[in-house]
T-cell receptor
Framework: AQSVTQLDSHVSVSEGTPVLLRCNYS??????LFWYVQHPNKGLQLLLK??????LVKGINGFEAEFKKSETSFHLTKPSAHMSDAAEYFC?????????????FGAGTRLFVKA | KAGVTQTPRYLIKTRGQQVTLSCSPI?????VSWYQQTPGQGLQFLFE???????NKGNFPGRFSGRQFSNSRSEMNVSTLELGDSALYLC???????????FGQGTRLTVV
């Protein structure tokens, strides 16, 4: 069965410093992995996706993530945080399972950015 | 290209009533999924429709149902509302399974 674990419920960084949001997954087959961002009272926006091509994936707003199969990780990074990055981030895994295609969301990591 | 549109944005209903939420996907997207988001349970998958057929279903009671029309627009219905149904309901559309989904702004349902 597939699952996704976001290792930190909250992360706080200062503006201009690097961001690291951690995600570990488990999947039986070849998963597709995604990061979404949700600003308060908004829907979710797709930041980036991994679908078995390059292991380093670049997304919008300067974010990127690296797929590491040996570590079953898909951590999200950004070199320099901006105030507008403060939001909740969700790691998502999609894969075929018995019974059909399943999509699982992580519990979310809330990112705080200090001035 | 217009994004995913959900209507209404906000709803207040009384326990025992029923409610219908609407979702218009991105043009050309035939897959529509619904999610419930609450502070306690996070994001939970409700169901997915593709070409008017329910393709996947989450672990929700039968009070939660949905359908998809020939133009890919989708509706979800919740009957006999309970206080615990208060949540943000999100709709997402995608071109194909595993391709990444585009979400609407959500419908905030409050049951009193």
């Amino acid at each position: 069965a597939q699952s996704v674990t976001q290792l930190d419920s909250h992360v706080s960084v200062s503006e201009g410093t690097p961001v690291l949001l951690r995600c570990n997954y488990s999947s039986s087959y070849s998963p597709s992995l995604f990061w979404y961002v949700q600003h308060p009272n908004k829907g979710l926006q797709l930041l980036l996706k991994y679908t078995s091509a390059a292991t380093l994936v670049k997304g919008i707003n300067g974010f990127e993530a690296e797929f590491k199969k040996s570590e079953t990780s898909f951590h999200l990074t950004k070199p320099s945080a901006h105030m507008s990055d403060a939001a909740e981030y969700f790691c998502v895994v999609s894969d075929m399972e018995t019974g059909g295609f399943k999509t699982i969301f992580g519990a979310g990591t809330r990112l705080f950015v200090k001035a | 290209k217009a994004g995913v549109t959900q209507t209404p944005r906000y709803l207040i209903k009384t326990r025992g009533q029923q409610v219908t939420l609407s979702c218009s996907p991105i043009s050309g997207h035939r897959s529509v999924s619904w999610y419930q988001q609450t502070p306690g349970q996070g994001l939970q998958f409700l169901f997915e429709y593709f070409s008017e057929t329910q393709r996947n279903k989450g672990n929700f009671p039968g009070r939660f149902s949905g359908r998809q029309f020939s133009n890919s627009r989708s509706e979800m219905n919740v009957s006999t509302l309970e206080l615990g149904d208060s949540a943000l309901y999100l709709c997402a559309s995608s071109l194909a399974q595993g391709s990444g989904a585009f979400f609407g702004q959500g419908t905030r349902l409050t049951v009193v």
